[in-house]
């Protein structure tokens, strides 16, 4: 079992506690790496989320405060390495390393596609345009209500991600502004940590028609492990991340699912999968359901690897 999981917070607990240390386990925390290996997880991202005190203002101070933290932990890990195109995600994969992919979670700090160049130039490989408040890019799902999508400069910086192959993820993104991405982007989209809408009517979660949408293009969904976005009672278990699983591969197929779990940016989780070192929890889960090994290891790990296969080798 290899996992690949497409949105974790992980990075803000350094800021949130100074007690935090990514080689040890750490109980108040869902990920560290003693449990990242339980978990046989092979290739994370580390989102930069810029917390809401800091933005719109000095959201490019922070975002540089935690690239230098990031590469700070690149440096005391010999086992983590920075994946900056698809030869390294198959020598970290032939070596056993952790491969670590750079997301930004708000791209207040993209001012201008200078900044774009500059941020790709320090590793950022993967970009959601918003968190839920709108920007000067882009309405996220909080400005619902409003109806706006993405601007003339969001526009800009698309076309500008699709030519750098940084990942346009759109996650958070109120529905007009998702519905732009997939007009304005040449190349597909991915939602790193959203469920189904259906299954759970939360705005956060995806439509049925932004799920074939996504698929069409040849994106995928990552599964969140949020409760609030599983179901509307608030006890979760692992059978409801299933279904969300089971929902997908029924509306789409099996190539178009991922894991995204939102590790340490989730207070709550199903129980079960209380953090990274649990994911072989639903992994048997999932077995016992009757998906086959291909299968699962499909929704673990190989569709997001097909996905950077084809659109950065
Ligand atoms: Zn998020």
């Keep these: ?132 408040q709108r920007n000067q890019l882009a309405d996220g799902v909080g400005e619902l209500a409003a109806n706006g999508g993405v601007t003339l400069l969001g526009r800009e910086v698309i076309k500008e991600m699709n030519k750098l192959d940084i990942i346009i993820d759109v996650s958070h993104l109120a529905p007009t502004s998702f519905w732009d991405v997939i007009k304005f982007s040449e190349k597909p989209a991915i939602a790193s940590h959203s469920n189904c809408y259906t299954i759970c009517p939360h705005p956060r979660n995806l439509t049925d028609q932004q799920i074939i949408a996504l698929a069409e293009k040849g994106g995928h969904v990552g599964i969140n492990f949020a409760p609030f976005l599983l179901n509307k009672n608030g006890k979760t278990e692992i059978n409801d991340v299933i279904n969300h699983i089971d929902y997908i591969r029924g509306l789409v197929g099996k190539r178009h699912i991922s894991l995204g779990t939102d ?51």
């Design 263 to 313: 590790y340490d940016g989730i207070s709550s989780t199903p129980s079960g999968l209380e953090d990274v070192g649990k994911l072989s929890n639903l992994h048997r889960a999932l077995t016992q359901k009757g998906y086959s090994h291909q299968d699962i290891e499909d929704v673990f790990i190989n569709n997001w690897l097909n996905f950077l296969k084809k659109w950065w080798d």
């Design 1 to 132: 079992m290899q996992s690949f999981l497409g949105h974790t917070d992980t990075l803000l607990n350094f800021f949130k506690s100074n007690q935090y240390s990514f080689q040890k386990e750490n109980k108040s925390f869902q990920i560290d790496l003693p449990r990242l290996k339980k978990g046989m997880v092979s290739i994370q991202v580390f989102a930069i989320y810029v917390e809401e005190e800091n933005k719109p203002d000095l959201a490019l101070k922070r975002t540089i405060q935690i690239i230098d933290r990031f590469y700070q932990l690149l440096e005391q890990t010999e086992q983590l390495e920075l994946i900056r195109e698809y030869a390294d995600v198959e020598r970290v994969l032939s070596q056993g390393k952790i491969g670590a992919i750079l997301s930004i979670e708000g791209a207040e700090a993209v001012f201008d596609l200078s900044a774009l160049r500059i941020l790709h130039r320090l590793g950022v490989r993967m970009i959601q345009l918003t968190w839920n």
